[in-house]
């Protein structure tokens, strides 16, 4: 059986950082593309980052503010978040992925169960 069970969201100030966790079970991880997905309330789900070996992928909003890795050791991913906005307050959520592409569009094999950044003023 499959789990993702994400870790690390909470309340932050405008301009602070949050690393997001992601601990995966039941796949072969280090072959396997991961990504964190976000969803505003009222918005879609939105690919925010991917990353597969060492190739990676940012949705324009969030270059050079976040930044993924992963632990094949530790089964885990990790979603670094500097220079945080109100804008990104969402739930994120972590994914196991089928394929990601460099427009943002992807198939998920797999869900966390999210969890919750927000952002204040």
């Known amino acids: 059986q499959v789990q993702l069970v994400e870790s690390g969201g909470g309340l932050v100030q405008a301009g602070g950082s949050l690393r997001l966790s992601c601990a995966a079970s039941?796949?072969?991880?280090?072959?396997?593309?991961m990504g964190w997905f976000r969803q505003a309330p009222g918005k879609e789900r939105q690919l925010v980052a991917a990353i597969k070996w060492t190739e990676t992928y940012y949705e324009d909003s969030v270059k050079g503010r976040f930044t993924i890795s992963r632990d094949n050791a530790k089964n885990t991913v990790y979603l670094q978040m500097n220079s945080l906005k109100l804008e990104d307050t969402a739930v994120y959520y972590c994914?196991?992925?089928?394929?990601?592409?460099?427009?943002?569009?992807?198939?998920?094999?797999?869900w966390g169960q999210g969890t919750q950044v927000t952002v204040s003023s």
């Open positions: 039941g796949l072969p991880f280090s072959s396997r593309g």
């Open positions: 994914a196991g992925l089928r394929y990601y592409t460099n427009s943002g569009s992807a198939a998920v094999a797999y």
